[in-house]
């Protein structure tokens, strides 16, 4: 699985939107493009996941570039409860697990 | 619909003690996934099950770590004997190949050890 690039931190105020950027330059014409978050003493959460089209559910959208080497993660309108560790993940098909970095830690400011 | 069940949570052992880890995938799930995760690192395969059958278990380290799934539904993650690197939460997660995307897992609250 190609591998991915993630800014340690990030800070957002509250009801704000919250763009979280990932880098991943390697990834191969099967791969998707999903995204997890953790709250503290949490198992991982999935958020969203794409392809090549953007993409937006009930907790967030999902944008990919054209070349598809970057993402980006929206939340349109961050509250304190979007406080958590971001994980940005590159995977082919096939049920053989996901490989986390260490993430974004995304800090919503009241 | 009952999400991934995992006991016990928290778990305080004394170093060269044994533990154990159990874990109650969501019904109908036939897959389920061991990860441990260091302090403020992201969570590591440790072994992949697909029902009964353990079809990755090269991250596990196997002079001291075992894990079973009987009958392809709960699974059970043991150490023996532990040693202070062994202090992580032990996440479980379950997919199911034939619905949903590959990569969307659903993980439990994760078995937090710590060994002195």
């Known amino acids: 699985d190609a591998k991915t690039t993630q800014p340690p931190s990030m800070d957002c105020a509250e009801g704000r939107a919250a763009n979280l950027p990932c880098n991943h330059s390697?990834?191969?014409?099967?791969?998707?493009v999903y995204w997890y978050r953790q709250i503290h003493s949490q198992g991982p959460q999935y958020i969203i996941h794409?392809?090549?089209n953007n993409e937006t559910n009930e907790m967030a959208s999902l944008i990919i570039t054209e070349d598809r080497k970057s993402s980006t993660l929206i939340l349109p309108h961050a509250t304190l409860r979007d406080t958590a560790v971001y994980y940005c993940?590159?995977?082919?098909?096939?049920?053989?697990?996901?490989?986390f970095g260490k993430g974004t830690h995304l800090i919503i400011q009241p | 619909e009952a999400g991934v069940v995992q006991s016990p949570r928290y778990k305080i052992i004394e170093k060269k003690q044994p533990v154990a880890f159990w874990c109650n995938p969501i019904s109908g799930h036939n897959t389920l996934y061991w990860y441990r995760q260091n302090l403020g690192q992201g969570p590591e395969l440790l072994i992949r099950?697909?029902?009964?059958?353990?079809?990755?278990d090269s991250q596990l380290p196997k002079d001291r770590f075992s894990a079973e799934r009987l009958k392809g539904v709960d699974s059970t993650l043991k150490i023996q004997p532990a040693e202070l690197g062994d202090s992580a939460v032990y996440l479980c997660a379950s997919s199911h190949l034939d619905r949903g995307p590959t990569g969307e897992l659903f993980f439990g609250e994760g078995s937090r050890l710590t060994v002195l």
């Open positions: 390697t990834i191969s014409g099967n791969e998707y």
């Open positions: 794409g392809l090549k």
């Open positions: 099950y697909e029902n009964e059958e353990a079809v990755d």
């Open positions: 993940i590159v995977k082919g098909g096939g049920a053989d697990g996901l490989t």
